[in-house]
Nanobody, 120 residues
Framework: QVQLVESGGGLVQAGGSLRLSCAVSGSFRSINAMGWYRQAPGKQRELVADITSGGRTNYADSVKGRFTISKDNAKNMVYLQMNSLKPEDTAIYYC??????????????WGQGTQVTVSS
């Protein structure tokens, strides 16, 4: 059973920083890509950033220059460093991983989410 577990959320003042972490555990062949999404109250879930197995990154325009996604292949972890946080960054942040399962199927798995609240 594959599990994704996020950590690092919390309450921070505007202009502050947080670092989110996501650990992938369980049985699978490989991780093709990992990413972070967020969902604010009353809004749809949106992509924040993602990173391919080769290290290519992609960011939402709203976070470019402030957030940095990175990964540790040896530990099957992905991180999101969030700087210069704004109240509009308040949301539940979800980690995902595009996996090649042990049966060679491609699957997207999600974590349970971690709350990030930025006060003004």
């Amino acid at each position: 059973q594959v599990q994704l577990v996020e950590s690092g959320g919390g309450l921070v003042q505007a202009g502050g920083s947080l670092r989110l972490s996501c650990a992938v555990s369980g049985s699978f062949r490989s991780i093709n890509a990992m990413g972070w999404y967020r969902q604010a109250p009353g809004k749809q879930r949106e992509l924040v950033a993602d990173i391919t197995s080769g290290g290519r990154t992609n960011y939402a325009d709203s976070v470019k220059g402030r957030f940095t996604i990175s990964k540790d292949n040896a530990k099957n972890m992905v991180y999101l460093q969030m700087n210069s946080l704004k109240p509009e960054d308040t949301a539940i942040y979800y980690c995902n991983a595009d996996l090649l399962t042990t049966w060679a199927f491609e699957e997207r798995r999600w974590g349970q989410g971690t709350q990030v609240t930025v006060s003004s």
